[in-house]
Every structure is written in C-alpha cells, then in structure tokens.
T-cell receptor
Framework: AQRVTQPEKLLSVFKGAPVELKCNYSYSGSPELFWYVQYSRQRLQLLLRHISRESIKGFTADLNKGETSFHLKKPFAQEEDSAMYYCALKGAGGTSYGKLTFGQGTILTVHP | DVKVTQSSRYLVKRTGEKVFLECVQDMDHENMFWYRQDPGLGLRLIYFSYDVKMKEKGDIPEGYSVSREKKERFSLILESASTNQTSMYLC????????????????FGPGTRLTVL
C-alpha cells in the first residue's frame, strides 16, 4: 500500500524566513512525487514534480529515497506563499492510469 | 488552458436524496477523477475513469457511483445522501496516467461544497 504523510497541519513563519514543509512516503517501488498547492479561493494546482527538478516560485524539493522523504523548501518565504500544500505520490503497480495518493495537507501562513 | 468545470459551487441536500455532481473538461483528457477534500484527511480518491464507460474504484467508493457516457463528462452520484457525505468534492482530469510523463499532471475543478442536512 502507498501512503503519504505530512506531519504538520499548520506551519507559520515570518516573511523572509526559510520554510520547509515535510513529506514522507511509504511505497515499495520507485514512486513519482508531486507538490500541489491551493491558494485562497483558487483551485488546486501542480507546484512541482520531482522528475523535472525545477524550482518553481523559489520552491525546491528533493526526493530522498533513503529517508523516503520529499520535503518542500524555500529559503525566503513571501506572504503570497500562504496556502494549503499537498504532497502526492504516484506509484507504478496498478496505477498506470494516473492515480495519486495525497497527504493530509499543510496550511502555510507567512506573516508580514 | 485546461478548463475543468463543476456544475455547482455550493449544494445543500437532505438526507436520503439522490445527488448528482457533474464535471466537464474541455481538453480531450483520457483520465478523470473524483476526490473529496476534508480537513485533516487531505484528498481522498473516490472513483476514477480512464476511458468512456470505464471506471475504477478509488480508496473510498462506498456510498458513491459514477458515470462517464462521454469523454468530457464525469458524474458523481450519491444514491442516498447521508450527513457524513458533507464535504468538498473536487474533480480532476489528466491527459495520460503514465509515470514520468509530464502530461500526467492532474488539473482540478473549483470544487463543489456539498452539505447534507
């Protein structure tokens, strides 16, 4: 079974501070990992995926297979980063149609 | 731009009523999904469909059914609504489901907040 855990329901930081949103997963094979974000009154959208190795809006995430983690990081948080963040996993076996398993979500609040 | 639309933003129904939630996408996507979003539980997959008339159960299908008669439309049906089905329902679609394929990104609708009294 595949599982995604985001241990923090709420995370508060001040503008300019570093931020790290934690994500741990459980999966026996090689998964594909994603971060999705939902800003206030907007729809859920993809932020980044591990295979692209991109930095989006200053955020990066590295897949650590040894620790089974995919933490989302930004060195200097901005107020507009305040949102709900979901980590998601796509496995290979039996999920070739794109099924994602989502974590519980973390609400990030960046204070001025 | 991919557009995923849902028939209602807010819906209030009574216990026992039959409820239809409609989702339409305009980008010829193969895959469509229905999730419910609850605080502290994240998104949980109810059903998904990878082709017209094809459907697969997700993680929490009990109490729900789906219909996909046309490629662009995916309906979620609550046969007899209950108070524990009060939730935010999100529809999503993706072009493919293949791992490592950038086209497997899921695009989400705005959501339908359903309240069952």
């Amino acid at each position: 079974a595949q599982r995604v855990t985001q241990p923090e329901k709420l995370l508060s930081v001040f503008k300019g501070a570093p931020v790290e949103l934690k994500c741990n997963y459980s999966y026996s094979g090689s998964p594909e990992l994603f971060w999705y974000v939902q800003y206030s009154r907007q729809r859920l959208q993809l932020l980044l995926r591990h295979i692209s190795r991109e930095s989006i809006k200053g955020f990066t995430a590295d897949l650590n297979k040894g620790e089974t983690s995919f933490h989302l990081k930004k060195p200097f948080a901005q107020e507009e980063d305040s949102a709900m963040y979901y980590c998601a996993l796509k496995g290979a076996g039996g999920t070739s149609y794109g099924k994602l398993t989502f974590g519980q979500g973390t609400i990030l609040t960046v204070h001025p | 731009d991919v557009k995923v639309t849902q028939s209602s933003r807010y819906l209030v129904k009574r216990t026992g009523e039959k409820v239809f939630l409609e989702c339409v996408q305009d980008m010829d996507h193969e895959n469509m999904f229905w999730y419910r979003q609850d605080p502290g539980l994240g998104l949980r997959l109810i059903y998904f469909s990878y082709d017209v008339k094809m459907k697969e159960k997700g993680d929490i299908p009990e109490g729900y059914s789906v219909s996909r008669e046309k490629k662009e439309r995916f309906s979620l049906i609550l046969e007899s609504a209950s108070t524990n089905q009060t939730s935010m329902y999100l529809c999503a679609s993706s072009l493919t489901g293949l791992m490592g394929d950038a086209r497997n990104e899921q695009f989400f609708g705005p959501g339908t907040r359903l309240t069952v009294l």
